[in-house]
C-alpha cells in the first residue's frame, strides 16, 4: 500500500511570512499532484508534477518534486489570507489511482 | 454547467436507512471516481468507472455500498442500510481519461449525517 505523509498536519501563521509543507512517501511515484481544497468544496488541482527533481512556480507558489519521485514540498512565498485552505498532495502509481495524503491545513491571518 | 456536479449537496438520514448520491461528470470525461472524506482526514478512493464499468471496486468499504454509470455520463453511489461511520463528505471527481496523471476535477461532495 502506497501511504503518503503530510506535514505539517496544521499550520498557522500571519499575512506576509513564508512556509513550505512536505509531503513524503517511501513508494516511488510516476506524478504528484497538489490540491487545495477550501471548506464546502471540493479539492482544484494546482499542479502536476513529473519529473524528479522538477521544480514549477505558480505565481508565489513553488512546488518540487524530489529526484527520486519519493517526496514533494510546496512553499509559499508572503502568505496572504487568500491562500487559507487544505493542502493535499495526490500521487499517482503505474496504474489510475491516486493515494492522497491527509492534507495540511493552512491558516493565513490578516 | 462546466464543472462536476453532485447532489444532494447536504442529505441528513436515519441510520438503517439507503441513500443514494448522484454525480453529474464534466461532459466527455470518460473517467469518474468517487471517494469519501472524513472529517479531519485526507480522500478515500472508493470505485473508479471509465466509461460505464467499473474495474475496480476493493475500495468500496462493504457490500452495503454500491454505485453505477450510465451513458458514460451519470453516477449514483447507494448505501444500504446506512451506518453512522458511513457519515463524510462524498466526493466525486472526473478526467478525460483514465491514468494517475489526468488532472482530475472534482465536485464540492455530499455531506451525509447519519443520526
Known amino acids: 500500500t502506497q501511504l503518503l505523509e503530510q506535514s505539517p498536519q496544521f499550520l498557522s501563521i500571519q499575512e506576509g511570512e513564508n512556509l513550505t509543507v512536505y509531503c513524503n512517501s517511501s513508494s516511488v511515484f510516476s506524478s504528484l499532484q497538489w490540491y487545495r481544497q477550501e471548506p464546502g468544496e471540493g479539492p482544484v488541482l494546482l499542479v502536476t508534477?513529473?519529473?524528479?527533481?522538477e521544480v514549477k512556480k505558480l505565481k508565489r507558489l513553488t512546488f518540487q518534486f524530489g529526484d527520486a519521485r519519493k517526496d514533494s514540498s510546496l512553499h509559499i512565498t508572503a502568505a496572504q489570507p487568500g491562500d487559507t485552505g487544505l493542502y493535499l498532495c495526490?500521487?499517482?502509481?503505474?496504474?489510475?489511482?491516486?493515494?492522497f495524503g491527509k492534507g495540511t491545513l493552512l491558516t493565513v491571518n490578516p | 454547467g462546466a464543472g462536476v456536479s453532485q447532489s444532494p449537496s447536504n442529505k441528513v438520514t436515519e441510520k438503517g436507512k439507503d441513500v443514494e448520491l448522484r454525480c453529474d461528470p464534466i461532459?466527455?470525461?470518460?473517467?469518474l471516481y468517487w471517494y469519501r472524506q472524513r472529517l479531519g482526514q485526507g480522500l478515500e478512493f472508493l470505485i473508479y468507472f471509465q466509461g460505464n464499468s467499473a474495474p475496480d471496486k476493493s475500495g468500496l468499504p462493504s457490500d452495503r455500498f454500491s454505485a453505477e454509470r450510465t451513458g458514460e455520463s451519470v453516477s449514483t453511489l447507494t448505501i444500504q442500510r446506512t451506518q453512522q461511520e458511513d457519515s463524510a463528505v462524498y466526493l466525486c471527481?472526473?478526467?478525460?481519461?483514465?491514468?494517475?496523471?489526468?488532472?482530475?476535477?472534482f465536485g464540492d461532495g455530499t455531506r451525509l449525517s447519519i443520526l
Open positions: 471527481a472526473s478526467s478525460l481519461s483514465v491514468g494517475g496523471a489526468q488532472p482530475q476535477h
Open positions: 461532459s466527455g470525461h470518460t473517467a
Open positions: 495526490a500521487g499517482a502509481g503505474s496504474n489510475y489511482k491516486l493515494t
Open positions: 508534477v513529473v519529473t524528479g527533481g
